[in-house]
């Protein structure tokens, strides 16, 4: 009598993990399909004096995107065309779509998945602009080197903050009469 009651509870356990599996199985393949693309893994935002803080009216500040190739191939003529939103203009001398280059800064045409990859751009910040968090889009095409070779197109965002200026701090050193 035990045993048969064991036989059932074991023959129930079965279908009801069968029946979670069969719900989750649809996720899971859209999952691995959603990473099957690239990434953003980090976004460095520079002033020209080097430090992180930016103003309105900074000119020459660097945004370098670090990115990681998750397809399941390699990917070629890698680009990037910033999206800027008004008052952020390209530096002088530059566009709005850069090249992929690989983190020791050479130029490469082909990324194998895993590797990293960086977008390096430089933009001015008018003096206009007020003090807040901006969205710069980046509009990131590719072609997977795949049995049908294809291009692809992945739209991301950054957010930039644009500080407010500090306020002074003055002090008296020290007096000559």
């Not at 069969?22 to 430090?51: F, R």
């Not at 992180?52 to 191939?73: C, K």
Request: aromatic share 10%.
């Amino acid at each position: 009598m035990v045993h048969a009651r064991r036989k059932k509870f074991s023959a129930a356990a079965a279908v009801l993990t069968l029946l979670i599996l069969i719900q989750l199985i649809p996720s899971l393949t859209q999952t691995l399909s959603a990473s099957s693309t690239i990434s953003m893994s980090k976004v460095t935002v520079t002033s020209s004096a080097g430090t992180s803080e930016i103003y309105p009216g900074s000119t020459g500040v660097s945004i370098v995107v670090d990115e990681v190739n998750n397809e399941y191939y390699s990917i070629t003529n890698v680009e990037a065309c910033f999206i800027l939103p008004e008052g952020f203009t390209p530096t002088y001398g530059s566009g709005t779509c850069v090249a992929a280059v690989s983190p020791n800064e050479t130029y490469k045409t082909s990324f194998k998945p895993g590797e990293v990859f960086q977008f390096k751009f430089r933009v001015n910040v008018d003096r206009s602009v007020e003090p807040g968090m901006y969205t710069i889009k980046l509009s990131v095409s590719y072609e997977v080197q795949s049995p049908t070779t294809k291009r692809k197109t992945v739209t991301q965002e950054i957010q930039v903050k644009v500080s407010k200026y500090p306020e002074p701090k003055l002090r008296v050193v020290d007096v000559w009469w």
